[in-house]
Every structure is written in C-alpha cells, then in structure tokens.
C-alpha cells in the first residue's frame, strides 16, 4: 500500500430516530394518555369528539400515528392507510381557539413527560405545523 496513503474509518453511528429516543411505544403512549387525559377537562377540545364513547379509539390512533411519524412502525398505516390528517379533520370546526387549546394540552403533557430537549423541540416543531395546518375555519 502507499505510506502516504490513510483508511478513514467509516462512522456506523446513526442517530436515534425521535422514535428511539423518546424510548419508543411506551412514550407515544404516555404522552397521548397525558394529553386525552387534558381533552376531557376541556370544553373547547371535548366539543371536537362528537362521541365521547371512542376517547380510547381516539387515543390508541394518535399513539399509533405520532409513533410512526416519528420513526416508529407503521401500525397506523397498515391499519387506517394513508394518515389524511386535513381530510379527517374537516368535518370538524378547528379555528384558532381549537388550533391554541389543541396546542397548549399538547404542551402541558410534554411538560408532564420531560422528554429530552432534542425529542420535545422535534415533536413540538411538528405539533405547531400540524395544528395550524387542521385550522379550517377563521
């Protein structure tokens, strides 16, 4: 070989998905428990569930999606296909009132979990598009 020459080494450290680093199902879970837990003390959120009965549907779907969305498996796919987020929500009225209540429960159950500060910065970077993106009324 040429003296002169040197073998880099090749890095196969890959960073945690968001997924990973929260620590996985288990996270996702909590948090959608903190937050629904917020929803059903909130006129202004509970008015969004026509039927109060399917909370635990409610809350089993939004784990399923922000895992995956994060990184995790796509059980939220493989069950209800494409997420569709703006299309499953139009037929419900989200203005800025819905869009700041939505957000502030998000954060309160953030608060209450104490993710790492590399978690809570990427979830609440999508939260804040998320909800302003289901606003369909002024």
Known sequence: TDAGARELPISTAVEPTIYDAAG????FTDLVDAFYDRVETDPVLLSLYPDLADLAGARRRLALFLGQYFGGPAIYSSERGHPRLRARH?????GERERD???AAMREALDELAPTE???AALERYFDLA???MRNRE
Do not use: S
């Open 131 to 133: 909800a302003e993106a």
């Open 90 to 94: 139009l037929p419900f009225a989200i």
């Open 101 to 103: 209540h939505w957000l």
């Open 24 to 27: 996985g199902e288990a996270f």
């Open 118 to 120: 590399r978690v809570r």
